[in-house]
């Protein structure tokens, strides 16, 4: 069965950091791009960071730019997601995704379109508060 399962979510204080995992189980996640969304209560769901399924192309949203860095490791089926520099406004659930059932192109190109990714994960929770 297809699964993604993010870990590492939790309670920070401004300024610290967190590493989010997106583990793969079901496929092999090497031949596909994976996204990072979050969506905090009353807003919607919006893109973080994407990487391809290379490893090459990433992209992040402006307002996580030199703050958060996304990798990958294919040996371990596994994304990261290293977020430093926290602030309050990045408290939300954050969720990994991937377009497994998309044409070949999608399943392997960073984007941050959401409605691309037909595959999600349960959510970690990220709290930043002193």
């Known amino acids: 069965q297809l699964q993604l399962v993010e870990s590492g979510g939790g309670l920070v204080q401004p300024g610290g950091s967190l590493r989010l995992s997106c583990a793969a189980s079901?496929?092999?996640?090497?031949?596909?791009?994976i996204g990072w969304f979050r969506q905090s209560p009353g807003k919607e769901r919006e893109g973080v960071s994407c990487?391809?399924?290379?490893?090459?192309?990433?992209n992040y949203a402006d307002s996580v730019k030199g703050r958060f860095t996304i990798t990958r490791d294919n040996a371990k089926n596994t994304v990261y997601l290293q977020m430093n520099s926290l602030k309050p406004e990045d408290t939300a659930v954050y969720y990994c995704a991937s377009p497994v059932l998309g044409p070949a192109k999608i399943q392997a190109m960073c984007n941050m379109m959401l409605w691309t990714y037909d595959s999600w994960g349960q959510g970690t929770q990220v709290t930043v508060s002193s």
């Open positions: 079901g496929f092999t996640l090497n031949s596909y791009a």
């Open positions: 990487i391809s399924s290379s490893g090459g192309p990433t």
